[in-house]
């Protein structure tokens, strides 16, 4: 899922390793933490893969050291080093940036099923960039979302008769009142995204009315 993370961050802009995890606390504090063990393997091996590229800026420039004016002490400056202009820094900075197959590659595993990992984190996750999907693919992502649930509530429905102690039927039907929350948002997203889809074939604007007087006239000429 970190994956899905970095590329769609990179997809907005190039950034640094730095401001990558940055962004990434911030867009998936709510899931886990992301420390730089996990962040620069994971740039490795999709540098490795061609979805990601390395863009090196220019060194850095020391700043000039201004002349004293006076030739004894521009004479002692030299002699312990200073530098008389600029002169490039031994600090590189190096950003990330996507490339077309890294596009690819982050749409393919926004509609991925991935076994091993968390069903409803991943699905938040891939909520928080399905701004990036075209509407279609944001309509299954959805789609097969609103399946996900309905059958969870079915378990669930199913469980909550087999139980006989109260506690213990009060648990499952917090759950099942909790997937049908999640159901009815995942209606509303669906409802909301296919009433601003839009159409393959957008209707010819409308023409203005000839009068019927005018029509045979023509037809008369």
């Given at each position: 899922?970190?994956?899905i993370?970095?590329l769609?961050?990179l997809?907005?802009q ?9 962004r ?7 899931l886990w933490?992301?420390?730089?063990g ?8 999709l540098?490795?893969e ?8 220019p ?12 030739l004894?002490?521009?004479?002692a400056?030299?002699?312990?080093g200073a ?7 031994r ?9 077309s ?15 091993h990992?968390?069903?409803?984190k991943?699905?938040a996750?891939?909520?928080a ?9 944001r309509?299954?992502?959805l ?8 059958t969870?509530?079915n378990?669930?429905r199913?469980?909550?008769?087999t ?9 499952v ?29 957008p ?5 203005p009315?000839?009068p019927s007087?005018?029509m045979?006239?023509?037809v008369?000429?």
């Open positions: 899922m970190l994956e993370a970095v769609g961050l997809k907005e190039p950034l640094h390793g730095y401001e990558l995890k940055k990434l606390g911030e867009t998936l504090g709510f933490g992301v420390s730089y996990s962040l620069y393997p994971a740039l490795r091996r540098e490795r061609g979805a990601i590229e390395v863009v090196a800026e060194l850095a420039l020391a700043p000039p050291v201004a002349a004293t004016g006076s004894t002490g521009d004479l400056a030299a002699r312990h530098p008389r202009g600029p002169k490039p820094s600090r590189t900075r190096k950003a990330y940036r996507i490339t197959a890294g596009v690819a590659r982050f749409e393919e595993l926004l509609l991925a099923d991935d076994p990992t968390d069903e409803d991943a699905f996750l891939k909520l960039f399905c701004s990036e999907l075209p509407a279609p693919a309509i299954e992502l789609e097969r979302r609103r399946v996900a649930l309905l969870r509530l378990q669930s199913r469980a909550t008769a139980r006989n102690d109260r506690y213990s039927r009060s648990i039907e917090h759950r099942t009142r909790s997937t049908q929350r999640d159901l009815e948002w995942v209606d509303e997203l669906l409802e909301a995204e296919r009433a601003t889809e839009v159409p393959d074939h209707a010819s604007p409308d023409l009315e000839v007087h005018e045979k006239e023509g008369s000429r």
